[in-house]
């Protein structure tokens, strides 16, 4: 199952990732 976790730590990586641009831009946009 190494490659399920993988799998899953990297899904997480990205989600997190477009959370912060998420983030970035509302701030951004609430300037």
Do not use: G, Q
Not at 11 to 30: C, G, H, M, P, R
Request: hydrophobic share 50%; no cysteine; net charge positive.
């Amino acid at each position: 199952m190494p490659r399920t976790r993988r799998a899953l730590y990297r899904i997480s990586k990205d989600l997190s990732f477009i959370i912060l641009t998420v983030n970035a831009y509302e701030l951004i946009l609430l300037k």
